[in-house]
């Protein structure tokens, strides 16, 4: 498609040059570091290592990075008028959604691949389950990329980051939220219904675990199609206007 490479090498390249960008990059890498620190304490006093802790509290905190590595990448453009320009050049609809949000992945894709060090370390005080960090990996950087899409859908409704992070974030909340509720609630349908549409619920018992299901691969790639679909649509409308 015409115009991919050069939204993501444009958008990619944002992110390398915006002090922002590396705040959130140590941030992330702080939180995950405490976690693994934390579970490393445990592991040597307490109870087994868990070889896939860092990815298993990503699956939370990515309610709060999604949102800000996505917010300025429609948001921004559109406040500032740029975005009108953009679609104005040969540059298609789909290429400049796929673009960013393509950056975007590869750039949370890189933080997270920063975060192996934690299994070269387990690796060298004890043997952890390495099948299972590996499924816990992929299920986590799957999660990303669909909370990283729903976080440009939000950032595709308004001119605003900070309304754009506040979207997104009470989103993924309540994409979150939905295994919780699955646990309370009386109704075995229900419950399973609730598990079934929530974001953890298609990483907890599967990814986490060391399983690699097909239907949860589908989950989360059928969020960020439908997410990526519905930015299309208002990038889509922005150009009729």
């Known amino acids: 498609m015409i115009g991919v490479g050069t939204v993501f090498r444009r958008e990619l390249a944002a992110y390398f040059t915006s002090p922002i960008a590396y705040l959130i990059g140590a941030a992330f890498l702080l939180v995950t570091a405490l976690v693994f620190n934390s579970n490393l304490t445990l592991a040597l006093t307490q109870e087994p290592v868990n070889p896939a802790i860092v990815p298993n509290a990503l699956s939370f905190f990515l309610i709060f990075f999604g949102p800000v590595l996505t917010m300025r990448l429609l948001a921004e453009e559109a406040r500032e008028g740029t975005l009108e320009l953009l679609l104005t050049t040969p540059v298609t609809e789909v290429a400049i959604v796929l673009g960013k949000f393509?950056?975007?992945?590869?750039?949370?894709?890189?933080l997270l691949a920063a975060t192996l060090v934690y299994q070269i370390i387990l690796s060298n005080v004890t043997q952890p389950e390495t099948g299972q960090a590996i499924?816990?990996?992929?299920?986590?950087?799957?999660y990303g990329g669909a909370a990283l899409a729903v976080g440009l859908l939000c950032s595709a409704l308004t001119?605003?980051?900070?309304?754009?992070?506040?979207?997104?974030?009470?989103?993924?909340?309540?994409?979150?939220?939905?295994?919780?509720?699955?646990?309370?609630?009386?109704?075995?349908?229900?419950?399973?219904?609730?598990?079934?549409?929530?974001?953890?619920?298609?990483?907890?018992?599967?990814?986490a675990s060391g399983l690699v299901r097909f239907e949860d691969i589908i989950y989360y790639a059928g969020v960020i199609a439908?997410?990526?679909?519905?930015?299309?649509?208002?990038?889509e409308l922005r150009r009729l206007r």
């Open 102 to 110: 393509l950056s975007a992945w590869v750039f949370y894709s890189l």
């Open 135 to 142: 499924a816990a990996y992929i299920g986590i950087w799957l």
């Open 159 to 207: 001119e605003s980051q900070v309304v754009a992070a506040f979207l997104s974030v009470a989103v993924l909340l309540l994409l979150y939220l939905g295994e919780l509720a699955g646990q309370i609630v009386a109704s075995i349908d229900m419950a399973n219904l609730l598990r079934r549409l929530s974001m953890p619920g298609h990483y907890i018992g599967s990814f």
């Open 226 to 235: 439908i997410a990526l679909f519905l930015t299309l649509r208002l990038v």
